[in-house]
């Protein structure tokens, strides 16, 4: 029997709506039972998503949205975080580690290179002035599976 759930939020590009998103996430995501490394690993690129989307996306502008679609597949979780912000240039670029198109901000660079560490797929669709969407996939080894 195939398992299929799912939630949607759409909130504003502020920073403080950053843990709001994280833990929103990592809410819906228990109830397969993660271990506390995987939840780790989805409130961190949740994190870098949404940051990157409010940083770069909107360039710290409060009045864009951001929506961030969960869906779970039996022991797969699908987070798809969108905005209709600048979009990224160069892609390939944005992604090599250390690279940071706000080096004023100290930013690490390290945000792609986190996303696709942390989860066993990452897609990035972006074009310039229409925004990016970036589609993560992990599967979770459900502690439950573990103790039987």
């Known amino acids: ?9 759409e909130f504003a590009s502020r920073s403080e709506n950053e843990a709001f998103a994280r833990v929103a996430v990592a809410a819906f995501v228990s109830q397969l039972d993660p271990t506390l490394n995987e939840l780790t690993d989805i409130k961190t690129v949740v994190s870098e998503a949404v ?10 502008r409060t009045d864009g949205v951001i929506i961030i679609s969960t869906q779970i597949d039996d022991d797969m979780v699908r987070i798809t975080i969108e905005d209709k912000g600048s979009g990224i240039a160069d892609l390939e670029q944005a ?6 198109s706000k080096p004023e901000l100290e930013r690490s660079g390290m945000g792609f290179t986190i996303m696709e560490n942390f989860m066993d797929e990452v897609e990035v669709v ?20 573990l103790y039987n």
Do not use: D, W
């Open 95 to 100: 992604k090599q580690p250390l690279y940071t």
């Open 51 to 60: 940051t990157n989307s409010i940083i770069h996306g909107y360039n710290n």
């Open 1 to 9: 029997m195939s398992e299929h759930n799912f939630m949607t939020l």
């Open 126 to 145: 972006t074009a310039v002035g229409i925004g990016t969407k970036i589609n993560m996939l992990k599967r979770i080894e459900s502690k439950k599976a």
